[in-house]
């Protein structure tokens, strides 16, 4: 009988435990990012990896690069636009649960990258001259994610996302959403 309590005290301290070692500070976890920037999935997407460094009370730094790759029609044409960046910025936890299950946060970014247009090739198949040249993009980015953890190390997210970029010749401004997966160690 002493074999069960003990094993019941047991399960029951190493359950509470686990549970208690979510969102440590100093924390770090590896995400892994994709979604959508337009209704069309297939053509228009994002692929994001990022660290992350937890802080106190579910805030964490956010380290991030990303690729972009989207398509604009011209004529009978799709012209690849791709954007490289990298950001850097902090989450703050609006809303979320005692035991961290379900967490809301809301972050704001720090970009810079690079863009380019049709592979940096002027011109097209049927002779046009493209006028938008490459360039080097900065801005500021903005992520509304709500977290569940899947298990004690790894965590699902929902993003809500946008950036504000400066010196391109594209949208300024573009949204996006997407899913991830993120684990902790």
Same mark, same amino acid.
């Given at each position: 009988?002493?074999?069960?309590?003990?094993?019941?005290?047991?399960?029951?301290?190493?359950?509470?435990?686990?549970?208690?070692?979510?969102?440590?500070?100093?924390?770090?976890?590896?995400?892994?990012?994709?979604?959508?920037?337009?209704?069309?999935?297939?053509?228009?997407?994002?692929?994001?990896?990022?660290?992350?460094?937890?802080?106190?009370? &579910?805030?964490?730094?956010?380290? &991030?690069?990303?690729?972009?790759?989207?398509?604009?029609?011209? =004529?009978?044409?799709?012209?690849?636009?791709?954007?490289?960046?990298?950001?850097?910025?902090?989450?703050?936890?609006?809303?979320?649960?005692?035991?961290?299950?379900?967490?809301?946060?809301?972050?704001?970014?720090?970009?810079? &990258?690079?863009?380019?247009?049709?592979?940096?090739?002027?011109?097209?198949?049927?002779?046009?001259?493209?006028?938008?040249?490459?360039?080097?993009?900065?801005?500021?980015? &903005?992520?509304?994610?709500?977290?569940?953890?899947?298990?004690? =190390?790894?965590?699902?997210?929902?993003?809500? =996302?946008?950036?504000?970029?400066?010196?391109?010749?594209?949208?300024?401004?573009?949204?996006?959403?997407?899913?991830?997966?993120?684990?902790?160690?």
């Amino acid at each position: 009988m002493i074999k069960y309590i003990f094993a019941v005290v047991l399960a029951m301290w190493s359950i509470t435990a686990v549970q208690s070692q979510r969102m440590l500070p100093k924390q770090k976890g590896l995400e892994v990012n994709a979604g959508m920037l337009s209704k069309e999935v297939s053509d228009n997407y994002y692929l994001n990896l990022t660290l992350t460094v937890n802080g106190k009370n &579910g805030n964490y730094w956010i380290w &991030g690069a990303e690729y972009a790759h989207q398509f604009s029609g011209y =004529r009978d044409v799709q012209i690849p636009l791709e954007t490289y960046t990298g950001e850097v910025g902090y989450s703050l936890q609006l809303l979320g649960d005692a035991r961290k299950t379900i967490t809301l946060n809301a972050g704001l970014t720090a970009v810079a &990258g690079y863009e380019t247009i049709n592979r940096s090739e002027a011109i097209l198949p049927d002779g046009s001259t493209i006028l938008d040249k490459d360039n080097f993009v900065y801005g500021s980015g &903005g992520r509304l994610t709500l977290e569940t953890y899947l298990s004690d =190390r790894f965590v699902l997210l929902l993003q809500g =996302r946008t950036k504000v970029l400066w010196g391109t010749d594209l949208k300024q401004f573009r949204p996006s959403t997407g899913i991830g997966l993120r684990f902790n160690f």
